[in-house]
């Protein structure tokens, strides 16, 4: 059996389902990651910051409405 791995991360929901129009927020470990966030990227190469929060859609990171990758 081969297993297919998404190259996007996808959030879930308290329920279980993807977590749609949400607001995903990154910081240092152990931290309120609101009040102390780390800077994430849309590129591999760190040269487009995202703004926090970053908007979900259908469970993925989406930037101007599509589904992105975040670094």
Same mark, same amino acid.
């Not at 996007?8 to 240092?28: C, E, K, M, N, V």
């Given at each position: ?7 996007? #991360? ?7 389902? #993807? ?29 487009? #910051? ?16 599509? #589904?992105?990758?975040?670094?």
């Amino acid at each position: 059996m081969q297993i297919v791995d998404s190259p996007l #991360p996808q959030f879930f929901d308290l329920d279980g389902s #993807p977590l749609d129009a949400g607001r995903l927020y990154f910081g240092q470990v152990s931290q309120n990651p609101v009040t102390n966030p780390v800077t994430v990227y849309w590129d591999a190469a760190g040269t487009q #910051p995202a703004a926090q929060p970053i908007r979900t859609l259908a469970g993925y990171p989406a930037r101007n409405g599509s #589904p992105a990758p975040i670094f």
